[in-house]
């Protein structure tokens, strides 16, 4: 499964941005996709996940109520639309894929074989 994000960028805090990450290359889709952010000095964390074949979701408490997650289907892609962001938001956030869904507490780096390159948000 190739992976590719888009949308990072800076932004000051109290605004918005929305991440996208297409998926390719493979033969059966992904059940599981989620975002997961990394910031310099700091273990990877996940953010949100998704299960691609229904409408269940996950959140990190520290974004529930101000980010979600969503998918089109048709197009392969899922999106991570960020509101009121803080600056302990500024991390590198990168898309993520498994082949099987997991429960909320076991969403983890460990768990997923695919990974986009990156993308970088930046919240002054």
């Known amino acids: 499964v190739?992976?590719?994000e888009s949308g990072g960028g800076s932004v000051q805090a109290g605004g918005s941005l929305r991440l996208s990450c297409s998926a390719s290359g493979y033969t059966f889709r992904p059940h599981n996709m989620a975002w997961f952010r990394q910031a310099p000095g700091k273990e990877r964390e996940a953010v949100a996940s998704i299960y691609t074949g229904g409408a269940g979701t996950c959140?990190?408490?520290s974004v529930k109520g101000r980010f979600t997650i969503s998918q089109d289907r048709a197009k392969r892609t899922i999106y991570l639309q960020m509101d009121r962001l803080k600056p302990e938001d500024t991390a590198m956030y990168?898309?993520?894929a498994a082949p099987h869904w997991s429960a909320c507490a076991e969403v983890?780096?460990?768990g997923f074989d695919s990974w986009g390159q990156g993308t970088q948000v930046t919240v002054s």
């Open 2 to 4: 190739q992976l590719v």
């Open 94 to 96: 990168y898309c993520a």
């Open 59 to 61: 959140y990190a408490d």
């Open 108 to 110: 983890k780096p460990s």
